[in-house]
């Protein structure tokens, strides 16, 4: 399995028969600038996204029609997106599960809000949300945009996921210190690879209260574009 931080809210996760973008953000996106967006899609098969917000939904229509990859999402905000001209993927909601080809993806609650904003005004386009997603023996909790939230008390006991991809930036959603709270609280994750930082200046910059909250864990700092193998 290869996980490639695309900056910011957006991955590419290689993963037994899949290539699967999450809330892939390329133009604009601070940290992807000056890298190979044609590399960062390269055989993308699935495009999941977690809220409306436009760093997580700016470029879905455009990825999904040149890459030929389907969207999938919360019901509303799939919806939304095959209107606009994505192609058509999964709209399915909160304790839901769908299988692409070897892996399995369940949709979690999250906490933070989702809009898109149409003829300049914010449209609910669904709740927002996140993703177990199982593979090779091992399962992913992403977290999605999120604060802390008791959800993550059953999705630990539950799922039992072995890796975090967590939101830790801070302002937006929980900062490094409320990660690790909630990582060790709720989680016994043998792996941790934080994002939704280093983006803006008001987000944080580094993951060090994140590390020093979760010893014995793996915190992972992500570099954009280079696999973290696992």
Same mark, same amino acid.
């Given at each position: ?53 436009? $760093?997580?939904? *700016?470029?879905?229509?455009? =990825?999904?029609?040149?890459? #030929? ?8 905000? !799939? ?77 630990? $006991?539950?799922? *039992?996921?072995?890796?975090? =991809?967590?939101?830790?930036? #801070? ?8 990660? !690790? ?50």
């Amino acid at each position: 399995m290869n996980i490639i931080w695309l900056g910011h809210g957006s991955f590419r996760i290689e993963i037994e028969d899949q290539i699967l973008l999450i809330d892939p953000w390329l133009n604009g996106n601070p940290m992807m600038e000056g890298q190979d967006h044609d590399a960062a899609l390269a055989g993308a098969t699935q495009i999941l996204v977690t809220h409306g917000h436009f $760093d997580h939904t *700016q470029d879905i229509v455009e =990825i999904s029609q040149k890459t #030929g990859a389907p969207v999938s999402a919360i019901y509303e905000l !799939a919806a939304y997106l095959k209107d606009l001209g994505a192609v058509e993927g999964m709209g399915f909601n909160k304790g839901g599960s769908v299988e692409f080809g070897a892996v399995q993806v369940s949709m979690v609650p999250a906490s933070h809000s989702s809009s898109m904003v149409v003829d300049g005004r914010p449209m609910y386009v669904g709740a927002e949300i996140g993703y177990i997603i199982k593979g090779e023996g091992k399962v992913i909790y992403l977290s999605g945009d999120t604060g802390i939230m008791a959800d993550m008390d059953w999705i630990g $006991d539950y799922y *039992q996921p072995d890796i975090g =991809i967590l939101s830790a930036g #801070g302002f937006f959603t929980m900062d490094m210190k409320q990660a !690790a709270y909630a990582a060790k609280r709720y989680f016994n994750f043998k792996t941790v690879i934080p994002c939704h930082y280093r983006t803006f200046p008001l987000l944080e910059q580094s993951a060090d209260d994140l590390t020093a909250g979760l010893p014995g864990v793996d915190v992972i700092e992500p570099q954009v574009m280079q696999p973290i193998a696992l």
